[in-house]
């Protein structure tokens, strides 16, 4: 899998006063991935931490976080299903709005001091992250294509801007990330 050009280039730039540097003598959230299995119907206090703290310190705004929906042919559920997806509003098409989204991809994936990779990622629980018709999951060496933009030979597909996340960025949590129990958020030096 390859990394686009512009977000491998934004992650080394993130690594200047990445959050994550402040945690990296503490121990390290373990990789991992919880699949949605229902609708909730409410927010996670975790989720509505990180819409605090991207509005606080990121361009762009909140789309929301929960929206009960089961993925069509699949027995799964949307992390918005269980309120642990927040999709945060910077539109592709808008080199400026790109550029964040980019910026905040690259923070999210970025190493921090002691090369960990995808370390503000993990220190916040998050799982995946979908922009632009590109995705990361916990554990990937970085941003793929996202297959809801191909079909199965790899050639895109028409899909409306949303659909293929091309105006907003969705961050989805795993649970410990959601419960605000991963090291970024039991961190007040962290969210500064």
């Known amino acids: ?19 994550a540097d402040r945690l990296a003598d503490r121990p390290l959230d373990p990789v991992r991935y919880d699949y949605a299995h229902r609708c909730i119907g409410h ?9 605090s703290w991207l509005t606080a310190h990121w361009a762009g705004e909140s789309w929301g976080i929960v929206r009960c929906e089961r993925f069509t042919g699949r027995p799964i559920w949307s992390l918005h ?3 642990r997806a927040l999709d945060w509003r910077l539109d592709a098409g808008k080199p400026a709005e790109r550029a964040a989204a980019l910026r905040l991809i690259g923070l999210l994936l970025a190493p921090d001091r002691t090369g960990t990779p995808a370390a503000l990622a993990r220190r916040m629980g998050v799982q995946e992250i979908i922009f632009d018709c590109r995705s990361w999951f916990a554990g990937a060496p970085g941003m793929a294509r996202y297959s809801a933009c191909y079909d199965a030979r790899g050639r895109p597909r028409r899909i409306d801007r949303t659909s293929a996340h091309r105006d907003h960025v969705h ?12 090291s970024f958020w039991r961190s007040p030096v962290s969210r500064a």
């Not at 990394?3 to 990445?18: D, E, Y």
């Not at 989805?172 to 990330?177: A, F, V």
């Open 171 to 182: 961050i989805g949590l795993n649970w410990p990330g959601a419960r605000a129990q991963t």
């Open 43 to 51: 927010a996670q206090r975790g989720t509505r931490m990180l819409e």
């Open 81 to 83: 299903s269980e309120g």
């Open 1 to 19: 899998m390859t990394v686009p050009v512009a977000l491998a280039v934004t992650a080394v730039l993130a690594l200047t006063g990445n959050p």
